[in-house]
């Protein structure tokens, strides 16, 4: 069983910065991707930005491009986005994530992966 802790959510001027991390514990698949979502009220659930543990490749929602950054610490079983620029529209609920799929692909729907966190609330004021 995997578990997955979010941190570091909180409220935030617009342009400011906030650091969210996910300590991963439990069985970890080193070769699978791991990834943060978020979910205004409102809103689908949709795919922030993905991390392999496995080389460290990256991959970003372009609405967030340029502004965050994940990485991951294989020691420590965490991941962490560093989140620069923030807009109000980056209000949102985050989730950190992991799948158990396997290939080359990069995976942005919810459904794609089988463990979630309790979330952490980011909230950006104008």
């Known amino acids: 069983q995997v578990q997955l802790v979010e941190s570091g959510g909180g409220l935030v001027q617009a342009g400011g910065s906030l650091r969210l991390s996910c300590a991963a514990s439990?069985?970890?698949?080193?070769?699978?991707?791991m990834g943060w979502f978020r979910q205004a009220p409102g809103k689908d659930r949709e795919f922030v930005a993905g991390i392999r543990w496995s080389g460290g490749s990256t991959y970003y929602a372009d609405s967030v491009k340029g502004r965050f950054t994940i990485s991951g610490d294989n020691a420590k079983n965490t991941v962490y986005l560093q989140m620069n620029n923030l807009k109000p529209e980056d209000t949102a609920v985050y989730y950190c994530a992991a799948t158990i799929r396997g290939g080359s692909r990069w995976y942005l729907k919810d459904y794609e992966y089988a463990y979630w966190g309790q979330g952490t609330q980011v909230t950006v004021s104008s």
């Open positions: 439990g069985r970890i698949f080193s070769s699978y991707p």
